[in-house]
């Protein structure tokens, strides 16, 4: 599990950045990139890293279901995940 502090980091760049999204499509449409500059860091989209929804983790995240694969497959063994279920052949 992912500390707390990790997950409200990004939770916090995912709306610092869709607060500037217009402003900084507007700036990159007039080419102006001293202003840009002067934008949060945070407020870059290049920042934000997947996390799973459920545990934090960053590393293994499917991007379909928005959880890592080990929460995938507890949750596709226990048939939580509608329209996936374990192959045997």
């Known amino acids: ?23 900084r499509k507007a700036l990159k449409e007039a080419g102006d990139y001293a202003a840009l500059d002067l934008l949060p860091k945070n407020a870059s989209p290049v920042r934000q890293h997947n996390r799973c929804s459920l545990t934090g983790r960053p590393k293994g995240y499917m991007r379909v279901f928005g959880i890592s694969r080990i929460q995938f497959r507890e949750m596709a063994s226990k048939g939580l995940i509608p329209g996936v279920r374990k192959a045997s052949w």
Not at 1 to 23: F, H, I, N, P, T
């Open 1 to 23: 599990m992912a500390k707390e502090s990790m997950k409200a980091r990004e939770v916090k760049r995912a709306k610092l950045c869709a607060k500037y999204a217009e402003k």
